[in-house]
């Protein structure tokens, strides 16, 4: 019952949040301590990567991918496959409508995912991106382990 109250929970402050931006410190905070409880320092691996009707998901099989904390709005990306990890960055804004993602000198699979990205949906376990600023048939899913 508790499980199912604090997960209703994170629902609604999710769907308010996606609804207007915050307008005080107290919806800042709030935002912050969802995005830490459910983004960062979670295991994510791709779970679909369609460019133009393109399925690139094969992609990324056995890539396992970490947004690490160095603060709420920024710090390192690894991007691990076996024993090799790949180092890059993400960013977002205040509000986490928007995650930019930068691996530099990435394999070729990781020019897709190297771009500012706006969320679909935070519905956890799954994040759902698109391009930010576009129209464009290009989706990202990142299922979280």
């Known amino acids: 019952m508790i499980k199912s109250f604090s997960f209703l929970l994170l629902s609604f402050l999710l769907l308010l949040a996606s609804c207007k931006k915050p307008d005080n410190a107290a919806d800042n905070v709030i935002l912050e301590q969802y995005f830490e409880t459910n983004v960062l320092n979670r295991n994510f691996t791709v779970s679909l990567a369609t460019d133009n009707s393109t399925d690139l998901t094969d992609n990324y099989n056995g890539y ?47 020019i897709f995912l190297n771009r500012e990205w706006r969320f679909t949906s935070k519905s956890f ?21």
């Open 64 to 110: 396992i991918f970490v947004l690490l904390k160095t603060d709420f709005y920024h710090g390192p990306l690894q991007a691990t496959k076996g024993s090799i990890v790949y180092t890059g960055t993400w960013s977002s804004n205040s509000d986490y409508s928007k995650l930019v993602i930068t691996l530099p000198d990435p394999p070729t699979e990781f």
């Open 125 to 145: 376990p799954t994040l759902q991106l698109a391009p930010w600023g576009s129209n464009n048939p290009i989706v990202l899913h990142m299922y979280r382990q």
